[in-house]
T-cell receptor, first 115, second 118 residues
Framework: DSGVTQTPKHLITATGQRVTLRCSPR?????VYWYQQSLDQGLQFLIQ???????AKGNILERFSAQQFPDLHSELNLSSLELGDSALYFC??????????????FGPGTRLTVL | AQTVTQSQPEMSVQEAETVTLSCTYD???????LFWYKQPPSRQMILVIR??????QNATENRFSVNFQKAAKSFSLKISDSQLGDTAMYFC???????????????FGEGTQLTVNP
């Protein structure tokens, strides 16, 4: 158990809908990352938050947004869902925001299925 | 920008034997970190081993070791005495900085599916 929790574990929804994925980082970790794992795109970095502020952005679609709250949990919002958004979404956390030996601990993931 | 390439989509090995998974990477950073993650059928991402780029000594964790060739930008994983529980997808990843905000990100390779046969 990495100490990172994600809810829900599974989510099934229809095209055009909006969903929210939730992540609680390890105790003491200030940085949260979101990654998407899909069959055609592999594992891709989406976005990083540190202590409530956005710090790095990857291949995140405009239909997707995220935020980190004062209690450090984070939410990833996916809207106008398309079939291609079906994927496993991972949250990871780390103590620091920088790359200097900053190990990321992964949650169990949320499997999103868009029908 | 960083890229990570794993050229072996699938590999298999007999139980108790040794197998090596290949990975090459490219980065413009001077200070970066390399990792191997394991993803078993449960889909959990599990850190196997890490290597700091500024360290010349290859990292070792029990049956897992790496061959880090910095000039060649190569980072291979050797699994000794393979066990059935080693069956999983293995991802090579590079941790680097992002832009001027001092953020960071992991860049992953495509993965190698390793099957350990009894």
């Amino acid at each position: 158990d990495s100490g990172v929790t994600q809810t829900p574990k599974h989510l099934i929804t229809a095209t055009g809908q909006r969903v929210t994925l939730r992540c609680s980082p390890r105790s003491g970790d200030l940085s949260v990352y979101w990654y998407q794992q899909s069959l055609d795109q592999g594992l891709q970095f989406l976005i990083q938050y540190y202590n409530g502020e956005e710090r790095a952005k990857g291949n995140i679609l405009e239909r997707f947004s995220a935020q980190q709250f004062p209690d450090l949990h984070s939410e990833l919002n996916l809207s106008s869902l398309e079939l291609g958004d079906s994927a496993l979404y991972f949250c990871a956390s780390s103590v620091d925001l920088r790359a200097n030996y900053n190990e990321q601990f992964f949650g169990p993931g949320t499997r999103l299925t868009v029908l | 920008a960083q890229t990570v390439t794993q050229s072996q989509p699938e590999m298999s090995v007999q139980e108790a034997e040794t197998v090596t998974l290949s990975c090459t990477y490219d980065t413009s950073e001077n200070n970066y970190y390399l990792f191997w993650y394991k993803q078993p059928p449960s889909r959990q991402m599990i850190l196997v081993i890490r290597q700091e780029a500024y360290k010349q000594q290859n990292a070792t964790e029990n049956r897992f070791s790496v061959n880090f060739q910095k000039a060649a930008k190569s980072f291979s994983l050797k699994i000794s005495d393979s066990q059935l529980g080693d069956t999983a997808m293995y991802f090579c990843a590079c941790l680097g900085s992002v832009g001027e905000t001092s953020g960071s990100r992991l860049t992953f390779g495509e993965g190698t599916q390793l099957t350990v046969n009894p």
